[in-house]
């Protein structure tokens, strides 16, 4: 019987574990044009924080005692599409279970690349194009900038700190702890600043950067959103793909620098990777490049077995990763 995770109460703050509960899938034969995946790897990403919540979105919330979503990779061990064969390894959004049925158009086959295939869950995933295009496109970071990373040691921010070196820019980023700033640090960052330190991080910025910043990459929000107000440069540019910091509690950012975008003229702006899926190829081309070169580093952090998908996903919430997330069914 094939298994999924529901939601089974809208979380208040915090989710608990007592908000999800493990639901039987039916497993009926296939319909013409579908395929059926046994998942190997599911992702688990902040973003999902968002659709625990009734609201309206970029995404629909998920729907209380349905099967959940998420990025998955599996292998096909049923198809009903010529397109698709028994033994493919597909990446699709039939996560939180350890099987799927979903239409072939759904799915996509793993591209051509020497890396094993969780990696497309991460660094040449959905992560990864979030960073990429955030960085080179949405904050037009070009050779020569300073660019400040929050959440540098996460699966977004690792990608940024590498890209924007392999391009030519000076990197600081943030981390928490020593362990994931010196990781951070292996990863060509210039400079990292500990922001569970006793330091306040407007203050680590502005010493890690006397001259400013012209790119603010922003996973956080809050204080790091702040602090990169405060020492951005004439025309900075801020790409802002998250702000975990307020995904549980709600509160309203404060901003004691926000004033300085007028006179600065800071352009900040939001951006989902959704805007940018047409453009996959050229992403899989330039990160294919830098893979050969060498200049690409992942680390994971792995959770075994689909039972631990929401202490997998909790863990993001409470620096439980380094790297990307992702559970091995």
């Excluded at 319909?31 to 625990?52: C, F, H, K, Q, T």
């Excluded at 210039?190 to 922001?195: H, K, L, S």
């Excluded at 004439?234 to 793909?241: E, L």
Aim: charged fraction near 20%.
């Amino acid at each position: 019987m094939a298994r999924a995770w529901s939601l089974k109460a809208r979380p208040q703050g915090m989710p608990k574990h007592t908000d999800f509960a493990m639901i039987d899938l039916d497993q009926s034969a296939l319909g013409a044009g579908e395929v059926r995946i046994a998942n190997r790897w599911l992702s688990v990403d902040p973003y999902m924080r968002g659709r625990m919540n009734d609201v309206k979105s970029y995404v629909p919330p998920f729907a209380l005692g349905d099967a959940m979503q998420g990025g998955a990779v599996g292998e096909v061990v049923e198809s009903n599409d010529d397109g698709i064969k028994v033994g493919d390894m597909v990446l699709h959004m039939a996560g939180w279970r350890d099987e799927a049925v979903v239409p072939a158009a759904q799915v996509q086959k793993l591209p051509s690349l020497d890396v094993p295939p969780q990696a497309f869950l991460g660094q040449l995933g959905m992560p990864g194009m979030t960073g990429y295009f955030g960085l080179l496109q949405v904050a037009e970071a070009k050779a020569g900038d300073t660019v400040f990373v929050s959440a540098a040691a996460g699966a977004v921010g690792s990608t940024v700190v590498q890209v924007a070196k392999a391009k030519g820019m000076t990197v600081i980023g943030s981390a928490g702890g020593a362990e994931k700033c010196a990781w951070v640090k292996s990863l060509g960052a210039d400079a990292v600043i500990d922001y569970k330190s006793d330091v306040p991080v407007v203050k680590a910025l502005g010493q890690a950067a006397p001259k400013g910043i012209d790119v603010y990459f922003d996973n956080v929000g809050g204080e790091h959103l702040d602090a990169a107000l405060a020492h951005a440069n004439m025309h900075a540019r801020f790409a802002v793909c998250g702000m975990i910091d307020v995904y549980n509690s709600g509160a309203a950012t404060q901003l004691k620098y926000l004033a300085r975008l007028i006179g600065n003229r800071i352009q900040i702006r939001g951006f989902i990777v959704s805007d940018f899926m047409s453009r996959a190829d050229e992403f899989y081309k330039d990160m294919g490049g830098m893979l050969a070169a060498g200049t690409l580093k992942r680390q994971e952090t792995v959770h075994e077995g689909i039972e631990t998908m929401p202490d997998a996903f909790l863990g993001l919430f409470s620096g439980g990763n380094t790297g990307k997330m992702l559970v091995k069914v």
